[in-house]
């Protein structure tokens, strides 16, 4: 399968604080990408769809002035977390479509905010 | 109602069972499916990719799609304790780069 990274794979930041979260393909190219958010045990909720040299799409209800997503190449995304505050501690995961419809996710990032 | 359903399970079963993970769908445009494990604080690892009614096998695999039923489903052969993870069902439209939507994922443990 393709190789999706993520980096870093855990942060720890006071609240106030912004933190920048990049997801690259490896191995392929990547025209489009999505940013997901995953609490425990639940499934994971689509946060963002980011496509290659235009702005993204966000979902209803995520601010997209506190989740600023950058796609400004084929092979990478970053995805800022402004003013973190404690509620916004979760999992968040990339994923990058290669072909058609398959997806390859990223290893996840885990923020906690202090 | 939710466009894919799932049972969460949690799933318990011995080594080398066969398991049976099921989802259904309401939505009729729905001609992708796949299949992801997810191990606890990992990311959804792709196991299972399919377009058509019919089945796919890959190894212990083998993922099975009825249109007609609007029902998926991934067997796994001979289950290992290393199976033991989160098996989520998804799925989307025939629209490039359409978003998935996912099932809520069923807790499988395999005990050894």
């Known amino acids: 399968g393709a190789v999706v990274s993520q980096h870093p794979s855990w942060v720890i930041c006071k609240s106030g604080t912004s933190v920048k979260i990049e997801c690259r393909s490896l191995?392929?190219?990547?025209?489009?990408m999505f940013w997901y958010r995953q609490f425990p045990k639940q499934s994971l909720m689509l946060m963002a769809t980011s496509n290659e040299g235009s702005k993204a799409t966000y979902e209803q209800g995520v601010e997209k002035d506190k989740f600023l997503i950058n796609h400004a190449s084929l092979t990478l995304s970053t995805l800022t977390v402004t003013s973190a505050h404690p509620e916004d501690s979760s999992f968040y995961i990339c994923?990058?479509?290669?072909?058609?419809?398959?997806?390859?996710f990223g290893p996840g990032t885990r923020l906690t905010v202090l | 109602q939710k466009e894919v359903e799932q049972d969460p399970g949690p799933l318990s079963v011995p080594e080398g069972a066969i398991v049976s993970l099921n989802c259904t769908y309401s939505n009729s445009a729905f001609q992708y499916f796949m299949w992801y494990r997810q191990y606890s604080r990992k990311g959804p690892e792709l196991l299972m990719y399919?377009?058509?009614?019919g089945n796919k096998e890959d190894g212990r695999f083998t993922a099975q799609v009825d249109k007609s039923s609007k029902y998926i489903s991934l067997f796994i052969r001979d289950s290992q304790p290393s199976d033991s993870a989160t098996y989520l069902c998804?799925?989307?439209?025939?629209?490039?780069?359409?978003?998935?939507?996912f099932g809520e994922g069923t807790q499988l443990t395999v005990n050894p």
């Open positions: 399919t377009y058509s009614s």
């Open positions: 998804a799925m989307n439209r025939e629209t490039s780069g359409s978003r998935l939507t």
């Open positions: 191995d392929f190219q990547a025209t489009t």
């Open positions: 994923s990058a479509r290669r072909r058609a419809s398959e997806q390859f």
